[in-house]
């Protein structure tokens, strides 16, 4: 059974903080993962993918992975009110992608 | 571009009763993938399509069947439906599923069909 494991949460930063997310998954032949966003009552939308072990930054978002801890994580600067959601972390091995239960954030004004 | 379309958006069954639901991929795209989301269970995968195969299932009784068209649209059929089968169903598309490298198979999800089993 492939898993990936997330903190459900809910995580709470102020407006402005980084909010760290995480994420481990148990497949070592995972080959490239995924962060998605999902607020509430609408479907998940893609914040960014990394396939390489490091860091890969997109505006106030960086994603970090390390294959060799099995670890990803998402980070967010400049957290906004908007910013708070549930962030679902997923990773693919072979043709399907496997979601973890996802971490709800809240920032707070 | 348009999105990925799914159809009908919200809809009530009884148990027993059974249950089509559609989706239309973004254009271009050939992959389709179905997921259940629950507040319990989260996004769990039923199974994905690609030039009307199906190249991967999840763990979900047979009651649940899909199927891909030469268009890439796809459908999923849940049989005697049970209170259980509640949820919101996902379909997603990507270029190539996973093929080729990260970029070909990241998912475009499409507003979910949310169906009620009384």
């Known amino acids: 059974q492939k898993e990936v494991e997330q903190n459900s949460g809910p995580l709470s930063v102020p407006e402005g903080a980084i909010a760290s997310l995480n994420c481990t998954y148990s497949?070592?032949?995972?080959?490239?993962f995924f962060w998605y966003r999902q607020y509430s009552g609408k479907s998940p939308e893609l914040i960014m993918f990394i396939y390489s072990n490091g860091d890969k930054e997109d505006g106030r978002f960086t994603a970090q992975l390390n294959k060799a801890s099995q670890y990803v994580s998402l980070l967010i600067r400049d957290s906004q009110p908007s910013d708070s959601a549930t962030y679902l972390c997923?990773?693919?091995?072979?043709?399907?992608?496997?979601f973890g239960g996802g971490t709800r954030l809240m920032v707070k004004p | 571009k348009a999105g990925v379309t799914q159809t009908p958006r919200y809809l009530i069954k009884t148990r027993g009763q059974q249950v089509t639901l559609s989706c239309s991929p973004i254009s271009g795209h050939r992959s389709v993938s179905w997921y259940q989301q629950t507040p319990g269970q989260g996004l769990q995968f039923l199974f994905e399509y690609f030039s009307e195969t199906q190249r991967n299932k999840g763990n979900f009784p047979g009651r649940f069947s899909g199927r891909q068209f030469s268009n890439s649209r796809s459908e999923m059929n849940v049989s005697t439906l049970e209170l259980g089968d509640s949820a919101l169903y996902l379909c997603?598309?990507?270029?190539?599923?996973?093929?080729?490298?990260?970029?070909?198979?990241?998912?475009?999800f499409g507003a979910g069909s949310r169906l009620t089993v009384l």
């Open positions: 997603a598309s990507s270029p190539l599923g996973g093929l080729a490298g990260a970029g070909a198979n990241v998912l475009t």
């Open positions: 997923a990773v693919n091995a072979g043709n399907m992608l496997t």
């Open positions: 497949d070592r032949g995972s080959q490239s």
